[in-house]
Structure formats: C-alpha cells, structure tokens
C-alpha cells in the first residue's frame, strides 16, 4: 500500500513540474505560427549519389531541358536551407507563393556551382554538403552558417549574366 501511495505521489509531482514546464516555454503565436511553415529537414537516403568531394544528392524531379547553366550564367531557382543539425533558416517557398532567387552561378557556395551545372531547368534536387562546400567551418562569409548544409533546390531558369553598362 505505501508503495502505491509513493509511486501515485512520484507520478502528481511529475505531471505538475512537466505541466508548468510546457506553459512557461510555450512558444509566441508568432513563432509557432512560423515554425509550422518551416519544412522538416530531408534525410540523406542511402541511395543519394555521393561524389568523391563529399557532395551527396538526390533527384527528386528530373529536369525538362538538356541545357546546364555554367558558372558564368545566372541562375533562377527555389530552395531550402537546413543546418546538418536539423534547424531550419530558410527558404523562398515558406509562406504563400514561392519567391525565386536568382544568382550569378560563379558567386555561389562550391556545393552549389559543383551540383547546379549538373542540373537542368525543373529539375529538383536535395543535396548534402560538408563545410568545405558550403561557407565553411568557420564561415567564410560573415552572417553564413557553419560546418555542413542540407538544401533542396529546384532549378528554373538559366540565364546569361548582364551585359556590361557603358558610362
């Protein structure tokens, strides 16, 4: 009887610390609100494609062309970007209409200018990068995350860059 009297107790002190734990950490509406939006990271299947750098991919959608961009075209794409732990930072599909980016391919991360050659218009990918080819560990940008990436980017247009202004 003392036993299940003790245990009964052990369980109420439980359940109340665990209950004012959770509504003293309870998220803003705002956070919650943007965390819901945030996709969950892709794991790395054991059938991605691994290339001998470390680049690790998976085509989820094959492209509609058969014309790569090169490192001196710019590049329109959709994407997502998770640190390896797991947590979120961006995206341009995360609340209502997806807004492309568009970059000149040869300023980018050498995960990117490796795997987005590769690619051709519509074609969607995930893909797995170390540090070195991301911004690195520490970052060799400022405001860049370190150490390893997770992205998913979907390529949807190859153009060349500007022409030079004349002043």
């Known amino acids: 009887m003392r036993r299940t009297i003790r245990l009964h107790c052990l369980t109420v002190v439980t359940l109340i610390g665990l209950a004012a734990c959770s509504n003293a950490q309870s998220p803003t509406p705002a956070k919650a609100k943007q965390a819901a939006k945030a996709p969950a990271m892709p794991r790395r299947p054991s059938d991605a494609a691994v290339l001998p750098d470390g680049l690790a991919y998976k085509i989820l959608t094959p492209g509609t062309g058969t014309l790569h961009p090169k490192l001196s075209d710019t590049v329109t794409a959709n994407y ?88």
Request: charged share 20%; aromatic share 8%; glycine share 10%.
């Open 80 to 167: 997502s970007l998770w640190k390896a732990d797991g947590k979120f930072l961006e995206s341009t599909c995360t609340a209502g209409p997806c807004k492309p980016a568009t970059f000149p391919l040869g300023k980018l991360i050498p995960g990117w200018q490796e795997m987005i050659p590769m690619m051709t218009v519509g074609e969607k990918v995930q893909l797995w990068l170390t540090a070195d080819l991301a911004y690195g560990d520490p970052p060799r940008k400022p405001n860049r995350p370190a150490g390893a990436l997770v992205f998913e980017i979907e390529l949807l247009g190859i153009g060349n860059p500007a022409p030079p202004r004349s002043n």
